[in-house]
Protein backbone atom coordinates (compact mmCIF):
# COMPACT_ATOMS: atom_id res chain seq x y z
CA UNK A 1 0.00 0.00 0.00
CA UNK A 2 1.31 3.76 -0.55
CA UNK A 3 1.51 5.97 2.47
CA UNK A 4 -1.46 8.20 1.79
CA UNK A 5 -0.76 10.49 4.95
CA UNK A 6 2.52 10.78 6.85
CA UNK A 7 1.63 8.30 9.77
CA UNK A 8 2.24 5.90 7.53
CA UNK A 9 5.71 6.74 6.54
CA UNK A 10 8.24 4.68 8.71
CA UNK A 11 11.73 6.33 6.27
CA UNK A 12 15.16 4.11 6.98
CA UNK A 13 17.65 6.18 8.74
CA UNK A 14 20.59 4.53 6.96
CA UNK A 15 20.05 6.38 3.97
CA UNK A 16 21.30 9.89 5.91
CA UNK A 17 22.07 9.54 9.62
CA UNK A 18 21.42 12.88 10.48
CA UNK A 19 19.80 14.07 13.49
CA UNK A 20 18.83 17.46 12.09
CA UNK A 21 16.66 15.62 9.21
CA UNK A 22 15.57 12.92 11.80
CA UNK A 23 13.93 16.54 13.82
CA UNK A 24 12.72 17.99 10.17
CA UNK A 25 11.04 14.93 9.30
CA UNK A 26 9.15 14.83 12.92
CA UNK A 27 8.50 18.30 12.83
CA UNK A 28 5.92 17.15 9.82
CA UNK A 29 5.12 14.39 11.48
CA UNK A 30 6.93 11.27 11.01
CA UNK A 31 7.11 9.83 14.18
CA UNK A 32 8.13 5.80 12.74
CA UNK A 33 11.65 5.27 11.57
CA UNK A 34 13.46 1.34 10.35
CA UNK A 35 17.31 1.10 10.95
CA UNK A 36 19.58 -1.50 10.63
CA UNK A 37 22.23 -0.49 13.48
CA UNK A 38 22.19 -0.18 17.05
CA UNK A 39 23.93 3.18 16.19
CA UNK A 40 21.30 4.23 14.28
CA UNK A 41 18.81 2.94 17.28
CA UNK A 42 20.47 4.57 19.58
CA UNK A 43 20.54 8.12 17.54
CA UNK A 44 16.70 7.96 16.94
CA UNK A 45 16.06 7.33 20.51
CA UNK A 46 18.15 10.83 21.00
CA UNK A 47 15.84 12.21 18.68
CA UNK A 48 12.94 11.19 20.50
CA UNK A 49 11.75 8.96 18.23
CA UNK A 50 8.38 6.94 19.58
CA UNK A 51 8.73 4.07 16.99
CA UNK A 52 11.85 2.17 15.62
CA UNK A 53 12.15 -0.85 14.07
CA UNK A 54 14.48 -3.43 13.83
CA UNK A 55 15.27 -6.33 12.10
CA UNK A 56 15.55 -9.78 13.81
CA UNK A 57 18.61 -10.87 12.53
CA UNK A 58 20.21 -7.72 14.36
CA UNK A 59 17.96 -8.56 17.48
CA UNK A 60 19.68 -12.18 17.35
CA UNK A 61 22.80 -10.48 17.54
CA UNK A 62 22.29 -9.02 20.40
CA UNK A 63 20.66 -11.80 22.21
CA UNK A 64 24.25 -13.63 21.71
CA UNK A 65 26.58 -11.08 23.35
Not at 10 to 26: C, N
Not at 45 to 52: D, I, V
Amino acid sequence: KAATTVDRLRPQIKTFKIKQLISLQQKIGISKFKCTYMMEAKMLAECGAKKCFLPTLLLDQIKKH
